[in-house]
């Protein structure tokens, strides 16, 4: 048995960063040169969304994947793994401590997103069990992702008169089932749940017919000092 890495970007489950970046993500996967079957893998996506946290490395098998500093709010495409048990660990860049040190189990053709979220002086992962149903005709699928550490519950909606809930009372490191939306440029509203209170307003979405998308609700309400994180929405195309 030997390690081999190699390119793991996956056309059919593709992610498209908000604010343009190029990171170069490897997984680390064992091949068997004596037997043709191929090995059974998950797919999974990484994505750094601790608001204070620094860059870091990322370890699965005590091997890094990332060739760059992973930093806030960087994310890669679904990556190949394993399944089974994986040993994963987040580190400073270049270094043998660890931030979070845990195992996760993926089974066969399951996808999964794994977020690191909350401060850093508390910060953990979020797994969450990716299941893309393609949207109706005409319309796109949209979920939502709370990660703010210090936002309250939401309510979620977009605006106009083909305005919806897209989440209501979604607390901190809950997420929202893929709702089908009208395609096309919306406005979305993010409030304090149960009231009128709007924290923040996400202007000319935009929303493909026939692409899910995750919005990803991260960064400070109210920011420590010296930290330009803010509360801010991010969009990520999930297929």
């Known amino acids: 048995m030997k390690s081999i890495f190699s390119n793991l970007f996956l056309k059919r489950a593709s992610l498209v960063l908000v604010s343009v970046f190029s990171l170069s993500l490897t997984s680390c996967l064992d091949k068997n040169d004596d037997s043709p079957e191929p090995m059974p893998v998950a797919y999974v996506t990484l994505y750094h969304g601790s608001p204070d946290a620094p860059d870091v490395d990322i370890l699965v098998d005590n091997q890094r994947l ?3 500093p992973f930093k806030y709010n960087n994310y890669s495409n679904y990556l190949n793994f394993l399944t089974g048990k994986r040993k994963f660990k987040f580190t400073p860049v270049n270094a043998a401590n660890a931030y979070i040190d845990t195992t ?3 089974k066969e053709d399951k996808l999964y997103s794994i977020f ?9 992962i979020l797994v969450v069990n990716d299941t893309i149903i393609t949207p109706a005709s005409g319309k796109a699928g949209l979920r939502l992702i709370h990660l703010s550490p210090d936002a309250p519950a939401v309510d979620v909606v977009t605006t106009g008169t083909t305005g919806t809930s897209v989440a209501a009372d979604l ?3 809950e997420h929202t089932l893929f709702k089908d939306l009208t395609s096309g440029s919306q406005t979305i ?14 202007s000319d979405v935009s929303l493909t017919a026939g692409k899910s998308y995750s919005l990803l609700l991260r960064g400070f309400l109210t920011p420590p000092a010296g930290n330009t994180n803010i ?4 969009l990520v195309t999930n297929y």
Not at 116 to 124: A, S
Not at 189 to 202: F, I, P
Not at 231 to 234: E, F, H, K, M, R
């Open 66 to 68: 990332n060739s760059q």
């Open 104 to 106: 996760l189990t993926f």
């Open 116 to 124: 690191t979220v909350n401060r850093l002086q508390n910060i953990e």
């Open 171 to 173: 607390a901190f490191k």
């Open 189 to 202: 509203q993010v409030k304090r749940a149960g009231t009128n209170e709007v924290l923040l307003t996400l």
């Open 231 to 234: 509360l801010s929405g991010q």
